[in-house]
């Protein structure tokens, strides 16, 4: 079953801050999946990790460029501090000096390359989780629009439902001016029109509060309301996929696992900078000063020239300070493949899960289809038999009631239909990302020019 919808969704435009920008008079779901790649708040978080994740390389790679720093400093004694036992006095009450120093490591035991290779595939698995939180967001998004369909779904067979028992209690009105029906067909239309007003006003607030869901998944705020158009079809194509297939899209393309994998490359490179504490670290430096003269009062006399020399330190023993750093570093590593292997095996069942929801849900979808087709028939057959005095007017309201049910069930087959497909397309990481999503540290497009 096709359903257009022309109905109008309340959608939140907000009038000024960071949604001062203009909004599409229409949404469907492209347009809701584009709105959230701009302002959901999960996206913009992750992509926040990654840039933090890119000063943590910045920093690492320090290490390898020289450090140049300026000194300078003024020093003013009492007198009374350079007075030796003769009685005389030595040294300048007043000094100063300034100086430029330039350090640059030569051997670090590997810490610094460590720490690069590190930070690095850190910022690996910053960007793969910046993938996964999209992926996710998105499927967020889909689901909640999916839902706004469905509400409005309800909301239309609720109101075929109302509509179908206020003309069966027209048909008894007349018939009871006619002389041909009796004052209780009369009444019972009336009452069961009665109970068929509550589904119908829990169906548009269900389908409010769907709206309202779609907004904050979105990203955009639920203060200021402004009614826009909702345009999309409640439908389901079935679509063959094999398990192995799935299988190994999923192991091959889900971030989460690229994420993890970058988490253990990150906890080896760990194990080699915990290592470099017992190794010997050397540094070049060389420098210029400039500073007053020791031999004279006068404040404006100066001496100058330049340094240059090797630094170089090791740790003979530490207390076992290293060793127990590497001891938690191969603990971290350990962990991290643990993680993964886990990972895959939940995936693996998340995948399983998803399949055999999809099966489910397309068989559910064929099975209701059939069944509006049936409560459809039944309800023409079962008005023509009491036209023609050979059913009762139960009859009709049964049948009527039938077929509101089986509307609603063909509706919410379509609906978990829908989200079968989607999950299983994100369990197996078929989608990957929208054309167009800017991915962290990179350049926004291009503006087109007209």
């Known amino acids: 079953m096709k359903v257009q919808v022309t109905t109008c969704l309340a959608l939140l435009v907000a009038a000024s801050g960071a949604f001062a920008a203009e909004r599409p008079a229409t949404v469907d779901l492209d347009q809701a999946i584009a709105l959230a790649l701009e302002n959901n708040y999960t996206i913009r978080q992750a992509r926040a990790q990654y840039e933090e994740a890119t000063g943590v390389v910045m920093s690492a790679k320090a290490g390898q460029l020289p450090t140049v720093s300026i000194d300078a400093g003024y020093t003013q004694v009492d007198e009374g501090l350079l007075k030796t036992p003769a009685g005389t006095t030595a040294g300048e009450p007043e000094s100063w000096s300034t100086g430029v120093t330039a350090t640059q490591a030569l051997y670090t035991g590997g810490a610094v390359s ?64 006619a002389g041909s029906g009796s004052p209780f067909e009369q009444l019972r239309a009336e009452v069961a029109l009665a109970n068929g007003q509550p589904p119908l006003i829990r169906a548009r607030n269900d389908y409010r509060l769907a709206a309202v869901e779609l907004l904050r998944v979105v990203g955009l705020p639920a203060g200021d309301w402004t009614v826009e158009s909702l345009v999309g079809e409640l439908t389901f194509e079935n679509r ?24 253990v490359a990150a906890a080896e490179s760990g194990v080699d900078t915990a290592a470099s504490g017992s190794k010997p670290t050397v540094a070049l430096f060389g420098g210029y000063q400039v500073k007053k003269s020791a031999y004279t009062s006068d404040i404006g006399t100066t001496v100058d020239g330049w340094n240059v020399g090797v630094q170089g330190s090791w740790a003979i023993f530490d207390g076992r300070e290293t060793r127990g750093r590497v001891r938690q570093a191969k603990s971290r590593l350990e962990q991290a493949r643990l993680y993964l292997d886990e990972a895959k095996i939940a995936i693996e069942a998340e ?100």
């Open 351 to 450: 995948v399983r899960q998803a399949y055999s929801s999809y099966l489910e849900a397309a068989e559910l979808v064929r099975a209701s289809q059939k069944v509006v087709e049936q409560a459809e028939e039944s309800l023409r057959l079962a008005r023509s038999r009491y036209a023609a005095g050979a059913g009762t007017q139960l009859d009709v309201l049964q049948t009527q009631v039938a077929l509101t049910e089986a509307r609603l069930n063909e509706a919410q087959a379509l609906y978990e239909a829908n989200l079968a497909t989607a999950g299983l397309l994100r369990v197996a990481a078929l989608a990957g990302l929208p054309a167009g999503v800017q991915r962290p540290g990179e350049a926004p497009p291009a503006a087109e020019t007209p």
């Open 240 to 263: 063959e996929y094999t398990l192995e297939s799935l299988l190994g899209s999923a192991l091959a393309n889900r971030p989460e696992i690229r994420q993890l994998e970058h988490q």
């Open 114 to 177: 460590s720490s690069i290779k590190s930070s690095k595939a850190a910022q690996d698995a910053a960007m793969a989780a910046f993938e996964a939180a999209v992926q996710q967001a998105l499927f967020d998004v889909r689901t909640r629009y999916y839902a706004v369909l469905l509400a409005r779904e309800q909301v239309g067979v609720q109101e075929q439902s109302v509509k179908l028992l206020e003309e069966e209690l027209a048909n008894a009105r007349s018939r009871v001016k």
